[in-house]
């Protein structure tokens, strides 16, 4: 098995396009490349599975735990050439200042593989085999086998960087990218995403690709991939079986599901139904259950509000009493409209009240532990892992029925909206975390099919 993690020195210093850069590179001469990203993100991940035609997954100690981690790894890899993990932040930044979990380094020690270190080497010659000495000597079981030298001036810049590198730290230095404006990926954003789904960015992946190939050594990244089997237990075995089926919005405006969560739903034999709210597709018959995922519905509010037929078919199901979650964009989704930043007003499902209001700045970001108030049916006083990431928040039009409690960073607070079947709200929830919600999300799928 070859996998490589390609870590960075700090944020921003183009771990994101090298990892693309690689994989592109890669899969140009043939190979079946697998793309794994640290952490929670899903911006980065769609990127990846754009350029591989593979989907990415998030490798997360936090929100899942090592068994969970080998096994997603294990699972995900198998019949790729090549495993390609993106990093998250600096190499050993993670969710505190003392130790190294949810770090890179954590993932890479988690899935023994090896490091590939990028190193923004902009004014810099010889200082960069000192922070490299730096990185090597932090953490014995960090194993750091190879350098590249981001956003050189100059081919001579790169190789006075290459010559202190590698006899100060006696690792190689596999290539170098410049500092030319169009190499730099677009900005990242929620906004840019459907323009990937859209398949916009493919020239720019295509060619950086080709430039990747022309100043570092592929070669020598497939000889220092190399890393022993990956030994792994399955972390989620099905008590039993239901014979119920999910509709699943999944298009432009809702694709951010978690590749384990519907992976857990359809080992326990749920069958998923996937629809296109955008492409004017209304909750499918015969189903016993709707799952309404991540996304951006503010990117597409226009086509969501004109689409009568498809909102009353998701409204009907829901006061139907399907089971049903709505995580983040499917919240939004569900209540009785966006404000966009512009305010324009666009009317959704209406099936919670309140509306939410887009805003410039990010409004949340970060892990969350959930914990679920009497009568939420999933999460009844138990404990889930998610996170949180948007750019909008919710203002409710009367007293809210909290579907859960969240402790992040600053603390607790009641949060979520549930009524009857329906739960929904920020959180994207990890199932993994606690796969008792997967049994009881189909569990009540299964009492809607038997009364139907």
């Not at 505190?96 to 090896?114: K, L, V």
């Not at 499918?284 to 951006?296: A, E, M, R, S």
């Not at 079947?421 to 799928?445: D, K, M, Q």
Request: charged share 25%; hydrophobic share 40%.
């Amino acid at each position: 098995m070859r996998r490589i993690v390609v870590a960075g020195t700090g944020s921003g210093v183009g771990k994101t396009t090298v990892t693309l850069g690689l994989m592109s590179a890669f899969k140009q001469r043939g190979y079946v490349v697998q793309g794994f990203k640290c952490g929670p993100d899903y911006i980065d991940p769609t990127y990846h599975t754009a350029v591989t035609g593979r989907r990415s997954r998030n490798l997360d100690s936090w929100m899942g735990n090592e068994q969970i981690v080998r096994d997603v790894c294990k699972r995900g890899s198998e019949g790729a050439h090549l495993s390609i993990i993106e990093g998250v932040m600096g190499l050993f930044d993670g969710k505190r200042a003392t130790t190294n979990e949810g770090s890179t380094a954590e993932m890479s020690m988690i899935t023994e593989s090896p490091v590939l270190l990028v190193v923004d080497c902009s004014g810099m010659a010889r200082s960069a085999a000192a922070v490299v000495r730096g990185f090597q000597s932090f953490h014995e079981r960090v194993r750091i086998v190879g350098v590249v030298a981001n956003r050189v001036g100059s081919e001579g810049h790169f190789r006075l960087v290459k010559e202190a590198i590698e006899q100060q730290c006696r690792i190689p230095v596999v290539g170098y990218l410049q500092k030319e404006v169009n190499l730099t990926i677009p900005e990242r954003h929620l906004g840019l995403v459907p323009s990937v789904e859209r398949g916009e960015l493919q020239p720019f992946f295509d060619e950086l690709g080709k430039r990747m190939a022309k100043t570092v050594d592929l070669d020598a990244i497939w000889d220092l991939a190399e890393a022993n089997e990956l030994t792994s237990a399955p972390f989620f075995q099905p008590k039993q079986a239901y014979d119920v089926r999910i509709a699943v919005a999944k298009d432009a405006a809702f694709h951010f599901y978690y590749e384990e969560n519907l992976e857990m739903l359809q080992a326990c034999g749920a069958t998923l139904v996937y629809f296109s709210p955008l492409a004017g597709e209304r909750v499918p018959h015969d189903v016993h259950g709707l799952y309404i995922g991540g996304g951006f519905p503010e990117e597409f509010a226009a086509e969501l509000a004109r689409d009568e037929e498809v909102k009353r078919s998701v409204a009907a199901a829901i006061h139907r009493g399907l089971p049903t979650l709505a995580e983040c964009g499917g919240f939004m989704y569900l209540t009785e409209g966006i404000v966009a930043t512009d305010g324009q007003y666009y009317e959704m499902v209406g099936v919670i009240p309140g509306y939410v209001r887009m805003q410039q700045k990010l409004a949340a970001l970060g892990y969350r532990e959930v914990t679920g108030r009497k009568g939420n049916f999933l999460l009844e006083h138990d404990k889930a892992k998610g996170h949180e990431f948007h750019y909008s928040t919710f203002v409710p039009r009367k007293e809210e029925k909290f579907a859960y409690e969240v402790k992040g960073l600053r603390g607790c607070k009641l949060d979520g909206y549930m009524d009857k079947r329906l739960i929904a709200g920020y959180v994207h929830f990890y199932f993994p975390s606690n796969p008792l919600l997967v049994e009881r999300w189909l569990n009540a799928c299964s009492g809607v099919k038997k009364d139907a």
